[in-house]
């Protein structure tokens, strides 16, 4: 789990659509910083989507171009499955965040091997 550290988004500060109006729009001022930017979006279902993101609403949809999904197994490394412009429904999102560019870059993602994310339990 060490390597998937690196993986992860910074800052590591997580939203939750349940608070109410108000934590919505907290959520919303956040991403408005994210525009642009690369992030990772870690969805309900347990799947990592990685992308620029180009725009949101206000139930937190995302529009994230150039963007790819990355598999991850235990017994061979993180396959990146390539979405191109993606949408992802703000009710499947449960995490996300800035990928740091120069990192993220970095790794040897042939080399990572991780078990799958769980999906999220309500």
């Not at 001022?29 to 725009?55: H, P, W």
């Not at 870059?105 to 339990?121: C, F, K, M, Q, Y």
């Amino acid at each position: 789990m060490h390597q998937l550290h690196h993986l992860c988004v910074h800052p590591w500060k997580v939203y939750s659509q349940d608070s109410g109006k108000q934590g919505q729009r907290i959520m919303t001022s956040a991403l408005e910083n994210y525009i642009n930017r690369t992030v990772a979006v870690i969805t309900s279902d347990g799947r990592m989507i990685v992308g620029t993101l180009k725009g949101f609403d206000q139930t937190i949809n995302l529009i994230l171009d150039e963007s790819h999904e990355r598999v991850f197994s235990s017994s061979q490394g993180v396959e990146q499955v390539v979405l191109g412009l993606y949408i992802v429904r703000g009710d499947n999102v449960a995490v996300i965040g800035e990928i740091d560019e120069e990192t993220d870059s970095a790794l040897d993602l042939g080399n990572i091997r991780a078990e799958p994310l769980n999906s999220v339990a309500h």
